[in-house]
Structure formats: C-alpha cells, structure tokens
C-alpha cells in the first residue's frame, strides 16, 4: 500500500486545514485508517483513527471535538478535518493503513505509512 498525504501548511491559531491521503496498491476499502502527529523533539502520538466501512472513529482527546476522521472509499482517500487550530497542533502529520478490523492508538498496529505533511500553526 502506498500513501501520499497533502494539505498541510501555515495557519493562524483559531484557523482551519484539511489534511487528505490517498491510497494506492491494495483494496482501501479493507483497511483502518489513522492519522498521527510527531512535534519536533516529541515522540509520535495517536490523532485519530477508522474503520473500513468509516462507522467507528476514534480520537486523541487533545483533538476531541475540533478534528474529525472521514474517508471516502471509491476515492481511496482518508481525510482529517483539523478545525479551532492550536499553535499545539503544530506537528508533521502521517497518515497510515492497517488490516486490523478495529480503530486503535497503537502505532503499532498499522503497516503501511504516508511520507508526512507539516502543519504550523502560529498563535
């Protein structure tokens, strides 16, 4: 499986993004879908996480309420909403597959990642 994310950039705290992820090489359809986030000098952390069929989502709290997890599964393409920005949001973001059939944090857990797209957030 191959991921190539896009949409990152330079926003003002309070400002919005739209992170995408396009997948190629093995069915999308089958596969969980997750987005994590690593700050300069920090580990990577979970943001959010779905299912094949996109009914189950699951989030970090820090994001809870502000970024939302869909994906569109005749474009092969997962999406992060990343609304109400926090200069804390600011990370390079990767997006990632697995052949689990269950929404997980564990980073572990997924096989196949994007190159990863930077955000900045300034306050």
């Known amino acids: 499986v191959q991921l190539q994310a896009c949409g990152g950039g330079l926003v003002q705290a309070g400002g919005f993004l739209r992170l995408s992820c396009a997948a190629s090489?093995?069915?999308?359809?089958?596969?969980?879908m997750g987005w994590f986030r690593q700050a300069t000098g920090k580990e990577r952390e979970f943001v959010a996480a779905i299912v094949s069929s996109g009914g189950i989502t699951s989030y970090a709290d820090s994001v809870q309420g502000r970024f939302t997890i869909s994906r569109d599964n005749g474009k092969n393409t997962v999406y992060l909403q990343m609304n109400s920005l926090k200069p804390e949001d600011t990370s390079v973001y990767y997006c990632?597959?697995?052949?689990?059939?269950?929404?997980?944090?564990?980073?572990?857990?997924?096989?196949?990642w994007g190159q990863g797209t930077q955000v900045n957030v300034s306050s």
């Open positions: 090489g093995r069915t999308f359809r089958s596969l969980t």
């Open positions: 990632a597959a697995g052949s689990q059939r269950f929404v997980t944090s564990s980073a572990n857990m997924f096989d196949y």
